[in-house]
């Protein structure tokens, strides 16, 4: 069946966030290809979320580079708080760096987010090599500007542990991209040129925990959709926070499972598919009594790429239904609508 009409009859309705396995994530089976892609087109369809799990092969961000990122996050966040401020995302014109508490409001319609952030995206780490991303290009568009870190005498090694930590989840991620394109019928090769620069951003959130006489209303992150082409999230083990809308707007909970990420669709990409993957709200809240820390990596296409459909994804019958504009400027207009709240 061609995409859009597999999208036309799919029951979008789901009550759990289904599991995929990508260990086959490289595989030139082309039998083992071809299962895995579908999955991906059948959980993209239906939910926008899917686990990605790891059975065989690890996922490639190794365990101490998870812990490194999370203990530098700890030492990070437990900083006088005037400290953090010296580096607030709102005097960058691109909102890295350090958010407050109940700076970000992700839900206009609910309250500010109880959770402190630090925000940045590729820069090159002294002494290791990142081939990848060599023609990255951070001066130019809407999202012009580098990254700002605190003083290592605060807070010393969390640049070379975040940045550790980044090189690996875009690795993965650029792996992920064949499969998607191939997903919606487009050559595997459909995001190569949309993504020569990493335009991903990395965020290290805590969550402090939400206990006591708190306002029902208040979240870790009110509801939202992610903005970037998908999500790699890795959240803190042991501790239900996350929590997906079904298309009857029931919460369906996404607890962290061991040797898993959870990875979701994005704004970007359900653009460019015109709606056929879907970028699905959610939300955390963290009741759990103790601290909870999370990792997501979003990551879009270049800055400077305008957010254009994927030929397979429109028809006569279905034509774009959004306007087009640079994924910088969209990624921007969604920063100034949280921080400017
Ligand atoms: O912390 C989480 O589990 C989710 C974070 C999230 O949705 C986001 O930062 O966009
Ligand atoms: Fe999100």
């Known amino acids: 069946m061609s995409l859009i009409a597999d999208a036309q009859s799919a029951d979008t309705q789901f009550h759990e966030v289904p599991i995929i396995d990508l260990s086959q994530l490289s595989s030139k089976d082309p039998d083992a290809r071809q299962a895995l892609v579908a999955a991906i087109r059948e959980a993209c369809i239906r939910v926008g979320f899917f686990?990605?799990?790891?059975?065989?092969?690890?996922?490639?961000?190794?365990?101490?580079?998870?812990?490194?990122?999370k203990e530098a996050a700890k030492r990070f966040f437990s900083l006088p708080l005037e400290k953090k401020m010296e580096i607030e995302n709102k005097k960058q014109p691109n909102f890295k760096g350090y958010s407050p508490l109940f700076s970000g409001?992700?839900?206009?319609?609910?309250?500010?987010?109880?959770?402190?952030?630090?925000?940045?995206g590729w820069e090159p780490l002294?002494?290791?090599?990142?081939?990848?991303n060599k023609e990255y290009d951070n001066v130019s568009g809407a999202m012009a500007g580098g990254n700002v870190w605190p003083s290592p005498n605060d807070a010393a090694g969390f640049r070379e542990a975040a940045l550790k930590y980044y090189y690996a989840a875009t690795a993965l991620g650029k792996t992920m991209?064949?499969?998607?394109?191939?997903?919606?019928?487009?050559?595997?090769?459909?995001?190569?040129?949309?993504?020569?620069?990493?335009?991903?951003?990395?965020?290290?959130?805590?969550?402090?925990?939400?206990?006591?006489?708190?306002?029902?209303?208040?979240?870790?992150?009110?509801?939202?959709?992610?903005?970037?082409?998908f999500t790699i999230l890795w959240q803190?083990?042991?501790?239900?926070?996350?929590?997906?809308?079904?298309?009857?707007?029931?919460?369906?909970?996404?607890?962290?499972?061991?040797g898993t990420l959870v990875i979701n669709i994005g704004d970007?990409?359900?653009?460019?598919?015109?709606?056929?993957?879907k970028s699905t709200v959610h939300?955390?809240?963290?009741?759990?009594?103790?601290?909870?820390?999370?990792?997501?990596?979003?990551?879009?296409?270049?800055?400077?790429?305008?957010?254009?459909?994927?030929?397979?994804?429109?028809?006569?019958?279905?034509?774009?239904?959004?306007?087009?504009?640079?994924?910088?400027?969209?990624?921007?207009?969604?920063?100034?609508?949280?921080?400017?709240?």
């Not at 991903?200 to 959130?205: E, G, P, S, T, V």
């Not at 009594?289 to 305008?306: A, C, H, K």
């Open 177 to 229: 991209f064949p499969l998607f394109a191939q997903a919606v019928d487009a050559p595997a090769d459909f995001f190569d040129d949309k993504t020569k620069h990493s335009a991903a951003l990395m965020r290290l959130i805590h969550y402090p925990p939400q206990t006591g006489d708190v306002d029902d209303r208040t979240m870790g992150i009110g509801a939202h959709t992610d903005w970037e082409i």
């Open 236 to 258: 803190q083990p042991g501790i239900q926070a996350l929590q997906v809308l079904n298309s009857s707007n029931e919460w369906v909970n996404a607890p962290p499972i061991p």
């Open 51 to 69: 686990y990605g799990a790891f059975l065989v092969s690890n996922h490639g961000i190794p365990e101490e580079t998870i812990e490194g990122a």
């Open 283 to 341: 939300r955390a809240v963290n009741r759990s009594g103790v601290e909870r820390y999370s990792i997501p990596l979003f990551f879009g296409i270049d800055f400077n790429t305008p957010l254009e459909p994927i030929p397979t994804c429109v028809s006569a019958e279905r034509p774009f239904k959004y306007e087009i504009i640079t994924a910088g400027e969209y990624i921007k207009s969604r920063l100034q609508a949280t921080y400017n709240h």
């Open 105 to 120: 409001k992700n839900d206009p319609y609910g309250a500010a987010d109880l959770q402190e952030g630090f925000e940045f």
């Open 126 to 132: 002294e002494g290791t090599t990142d081939e990848g």
């Open 268 to 277: 970007e990409l359900a653009r460019m598919t015109n709606g056929i993957f």
